[in-house]
């Protein structure tokens, strides 16, 4: 097999939802629609932030052509779903990201650091463990693969907390903002929801 080609399109960091179900619980999650990082961002910088196209391309490291490709695709694969009533995924995609994001594999914390350490001499800030990744692109993220051990299809509710999982600082949770979209802000740990068993789990490998 060849090698991937060069990565340039560049993330500030790695999208902190994973994807969508629609409401009603009716639909097929084998038939999903598959939104690639790239296309997530795109619609974020123009929709969500309100950039020009040329603005976002900039951000995303594209042309402006490849940025239009980008979130016509995009807003497409998001009709469909929307119409169709089929689940989003958010993963994969030609993608690197312009902090240094760390992925633990034993508590599933994530988190970021203002300078790149190598792997073997990282530990987990959270339960020390050793067995943690580096997030290089979007094939490294692996939100998509543990999110049914914690969360996944669970009502979580709109009552309730986020919470770093090192500090145990807490903010109250914003209906429809997930946990996870936010940093603790002294450890720049992803915060998670209070005591669910994603939570649960982090206590117990913490002691
Ligand atoms: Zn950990
Ligand atoms: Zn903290």
């Not at 009709?79 to 994001?101: H, L, Q, R, T, Y």
């Not at 309730?160 to 109250?172: M, R």
Request: a positive charge; proline letters at 6%.
């Amino acid at each position: 097999m060849s090698p991937r080609p060069k990565l340039n399109r560049q993330l500030k960091e790695p999208p902190s939802v994973t994807g969508f179900i629609p409401i009603n619980g009716d639909y097929n999650l084998a038939d999903k629609v598959i939104l690639l990082f790239e296309e997530y961002e795109s619609i974020r910088l123009m929709d969500y932030e309100n950039l020009t196209q040329l603005e976002a391309s900039y951000k995303l490291n594209v042309s402006r052509p490849t940025l239009t490709r980008i979130y016509d695709s995009a807003r497409k694969k998001v009709a469909k779903a929307f119409v169709e009533n089929k689940p989003i995924s958010i993963e994969g995609g030609d993608v690197s990201f312009n902090e240094f994001w760390y992925y633990c594999n034993s508590c599933y914390s994530s988190y970021k650091t203002v300078k790149q350490i190598s792997i073997d001499e990282i530990t987990c800030p959270v339960c020390n463990s050793g067995d943690v990744s580096f997030i290089q692109d979007s094939g490294d993220w692996p939100y998509h693969k543990v999110g049914k051990n914690h969360n996944y299809g669970k009502k979580l509710g709109i009552e309730g907390n986020c919470i770093c999982p090192k500090c145990d600082k807490k903010i109250a949770h914003e209906a429809g903002i997930p946990c996870s979209s936010k940093l603790c802000p002294t450890c720049n740990i992803r915060m998670i929801r209070e005591n669910t068993e994603h939570h649960k789990t982090i206590l117990k490998k913490r002691k």
